[in-house]
Every structure is written in structure tokens, then in C-alpha cells.
């Protein structure tokens, strides 16, 4: 499975920003789509994820304000962000997960997201 994420740049505090990961390959082995970010300094961070079944999850700095699409099996996954902080600034990485006895990740490369005051 290779992604390919796109979407990220420089947005005023209280803006919005669209990020979206295109899936190619074997897609039908993925049970699972999620959004990670990093901030400088920092370990790398669930942002929202869900799964084939439509369990969704959020980061609680992220509830209200950021909206993953949901995943039917679809070659790609956007994440919605409003009302960005300037805290919201990061790296921003999809992810999609294929369950197993030892589970398989796939990343794709990261998208830079920048929130100003």
C-alpha cells in the first residue's frame, strides 16, 4: 500500500485547511485509516482515525474542530481541520493499518501544516 498525502500550508489562526491521502495498491488489505501529526520536539501523535467497522476517534485537542472521512474501503481519506491553532502546527502524516497477529502500517510522507497568530 503506498499514500500519498497533499493538502497541508499556511493558514491565520481560526482558518481552515483540507489535508487528503490517495491510497494505491493492495487497499482491500487495509482495516483501518488514521491522521498522525508531530510538532517539532515532539513524538508523533494520534490525530483521528477510523476504521472499517465506523469506529471513529479523535484527539480530544482536535474534537469539534477536525473531521476524518469515514472509510469504506475508498482510495482516498481527507482530514477536515476549522478553527486551526497555532498548536495545530505540524507534520502531518496518514496512516493506514492492516490488522493481524502483528499488524502492518503504512505511512505515507509527511505534509507540512503551519497555523500563525
Known amino acids: 500500500v503506498q499514500l500519498q498525502a497533499s493538502g497541508g500550508g499556511s493558514v491565520q489562526a481560526g482558518g481552515s485547511l483540507t489535508l487528503s491521502c490517495a491510497a494505491s495498491g493492495k487497499i482491500f488489505s487495509i482495516n483501518a485509516i488514521a491522521w498522525y501529526r508531530q510538532a517539532p520536539g515532539k513524538e508523533r501523535e494520534l490525530v483521528a482515525s477510523d476504521t472499517i467497522g465506523g469506529v471513529t476517534k479523535y484527539a480530544d485537542s482536535v474534537k469539534g474542530r477536525f473531521t476524518i472521512s469515514k472509510y469504506n474501503g475508498r482510495k482516498s481519506m481527507n482530514l477536515q481541520m476549522n478553527n486551526l491553532k497555532p498548536e495545530d502546527t505540524a507534520v502531518y502524516y496518514c496512516?493506514?493499518?492492516?490488522?493481524?497477529?502483528?499488524?502492518?502500517?503504512?505511512w505515507g510522507k509527511g505534509t507540512q501544516v503551519t497555523v500563525s497568530s
Open positions: 496512516n493506514a493499518h492492516q490488522y493481524g497477529v502483528v499488524g502492518l502500517d503504512y
